[in-house]
């Protein structure tokens, strides 16, 4: 897998949002995009999930990126309220199209009590699950 630039990430982040489905799912992602903050590219995602390539690998270390991990960090809270308010509901995979989320299998999953690695505030623990790209989505309720 060929590593992309913070800028190339921004564009396929961009790309990610163009294709997704806002009138069937909820996205997490929209957390992000609404903050500035730049996810991981939903192929990038799914070679983390296959375990083609570790998480590690993927974040590069210029300070640019550092900002971002940082403020992904920041933002976890919202997260977890969001997955608060569909408790109940099953987790879906943005990066899967829509798929059952693999939880536990999955190596950017932090489950409810966790800690995700490398966060600010080790004292927080996460009161619903969180995913370290916000890739979590959940289907809307038919009215």
């Known amino acids: ?72 960090g920041r933002f976890f809270r919202k997260q977890t309220n969001f997955t608060r308010q569909h408790e109940g509901e099953t987790l879906l995979c943005e990066a899967l199209d829509a798929q059952p989320c693999l939880q536990m299998q999955c190596p950017l999953y932090v489950p409810t009590g966790g800690r995700s690695v490398g966060e600010v505030f080790k004292s927080n623990r996460h009161k619903a699950p969180v995913c370290s790209e916000y890739k979590f989505v959940f289907e809307k309720r038919l009215s």
């Open 1 to 72: 897998m060929k590593e992309l630039d913070f800028e190339e990430k921004r564009y396929q982040s961009i790309l990610d949002s163009a294709r997704r489905d806002k009138k069937r799912y909820h996205y997490a992602s929209d957390i992000t995009f609404r903050e500035g903050i730049v996810t991981e590219p939903n192929t990038v995602v799914r070679d983390i999930i296959s375990q083609d390539i570790p998480y590690w690998k993927v974040i590069s270390h210029s300070p640019t990126e550092h900002d971002n991990e940082w403020k992904k």
